[in-house]
């Protein structure tokens, strides 16, 4: 204690303290999502059926989404409402990891990590923001290639997995420049260490969105390789005006 340094203790009650919170404030801010339900189940659903057309027109119901079993009703509510409490959350739960990493990093470090703390919580949002902008034109690509004789049936549960896919992974995958950039500004990592496997790094890109992109066709992937490949030439070109900038300040000293 007498170097600054945490008992291993002492870190675990840390880490419990700190992922209680992210438990409490996910689960607080799953209320709103609990309240603005049908809201949100109508967003949902837009892609595949119209709700408030089709209650209009067929007395309540959508051809093409169903919900299975007595308890399929309240389990999708649940499950719906934890999603939005997670996305609401994601400036608490972002902040939280900081201030769990924070206390080994020296002032200057800690302020620089709180940078990207700040810069994170944006892009994960933008990431969100994209990915539900591009899961409509997924969900109508795909379902296109169903036989014209053949209805498709979507159950919502199954539906609501896929849409969680798109925007979690867009999520996490437009963290990418920040945390590059972190490892620079810490001085971990220099721009040309980005740059210079830049032929590695497209293709790791766009291997990461083939992996991970819930639908597997080659469109949504584009979506989300493309603006991840101009991120991360961002980062580094970022990242050299950083080393440039530091250079000079070590020769004027």
């Not at 972002?94 to 919580?121: D, M, T």
């Not at 296109?144 to 498709?152: E, R």
């Not at 220099?190 to 819930?214: D, E, M, V």
């Not at 990242?239 to 000293?253: G, T």
Request: charged content about 15%; aromatic content about 16%; hydrophobic content about 55%.
């Amino acid at each position: 204690m007498s170097t600054g340094q945490m008992p291993l203790v002492q870190h675990f009650q840390e880490l419990r303290s700190r992922l209680f919170r992210i438990a409490l404030s996910i689960g607080a801010l799953s209320l709103v999502g609990w309240f603005q339900y049908d809201r949100v189940i109508n967003l949902l659903a837009k892609p595949i059926c119209n709700l408030d057309s089709s209650l209009k027109t067929r007395a309540g119901h959508c051809g093409v989404l169903y919900i299975n079993g007595v308890l399929g009703p309240i389990d999708l509510k649940f499950k719906v409402s934890l999603l939005i409490g997670l996305v609401l959350a994601s400036p608490i739960w972002i902040y939280q990891i900081w201030a769990f990493v924070a206390p080994a990093l020296s002032k200057r470090e800690k302020f620089r990590s709180l940078l990207f703390a700040g810069f994170a919580i944006p892009f994960f949002s933008l990431g969100i923001f994209i990915g539900y902008l591009v899961f409509p034109v997924a969900v109508k690509g795909l379902l296109g290639f169903t036989p014209s004789p053949i209805s498709n049936l979507v159950r919502f549960d199954d539906y609501l997995g896929f849409v969680s896919k798109i925007l979690i992974v867009f999520g996490f995958a437009f963290e990418l420049p920040i945390f590059l950039l972190a490892l620079n500004l810490i001085g971990v990592l220099k721009g040309r260490s980005i740059l210079k496997p830049w032929r590695y790094s497209i293709f790791g890109i766009l291997l990461f969105s083939a992996i991970f992109t819930p639908t597997g066709d080659p469109f949504t992937m584009l979506f989300l390789a493309l603006p991840l490949i101009f991120l991360y030439f961002a980062a580094g070109f970022i990242s050299l005006l950083i080393d440039a900038r530091r250079k000079s300040n070590i020769s004027i000293d």
